[in-house]
Nanobody, 123 residues
Framework: QVQLVESGGGLVQAGGSLRLSCAAS????????MGWFRQAPGKEREFVAA?????RSTDSVKGRFTIFRDNAKNTVYLQMTSLKPEDTAIYYC???????????????????WGQGTQVTVSS
């Protein structure tokens, strides 16, 4: 069982930066692939970034967002820069407990989800 708690969301002006954190409970964190997804009002949940236990990563927001993890702290981060109004959404952290060195991009590849943190970017 993995429990995830996101933090770091808020209101920021366009062009600003935020760092989201996701703290995980449980001893399985270091073997999990961790992902970030977001969901804007009226839209489907979409993939943002993911990182495997080995550090393999991928993201959909090239050059602006960076995912990284600290296994000693059981925490995964999403550093967001040059934020745009279209980045406004609830951001969710997710964990894939399968232990593969693989970064999934679909929500159904993840087993556990946090409650989400709101990011609002004003123009």
């Amino acid at each position: 069982q993995v429990q995830l708690v996101e933090s770091g969301g808020g209101l920021v002006q366009a062009g600003g930066s935020l760092r989201l954190s996701c703290a995980a409970s449980g001893r399985m964190f270091s073997s999990c692939t961790m992902g970030w997804f977001r969901q804007a009002p009226g839209k489907e949940r979409e993939f943002v970034a993911a990182i495997s236990w080995s550090g393999r990563s991928t993201d959909s927001v090239k050059g602006r967002f960076t995912i990284f993890r600290d296994n000693a702290k059981n925490t995964v981060y999403l550093q967001m820069t040059s934020l745009k109004p279209e980045d406004t959404a609830i951001y969710y952290c997710a964990a894939d407990q399968a232990g593969r060195d693989y970064v999934g991009t679909r929500p159904d590849e993840y087993d556990y989800w946090g409650q989400g943190t709101q990011v609002t970017v004003s123009s």
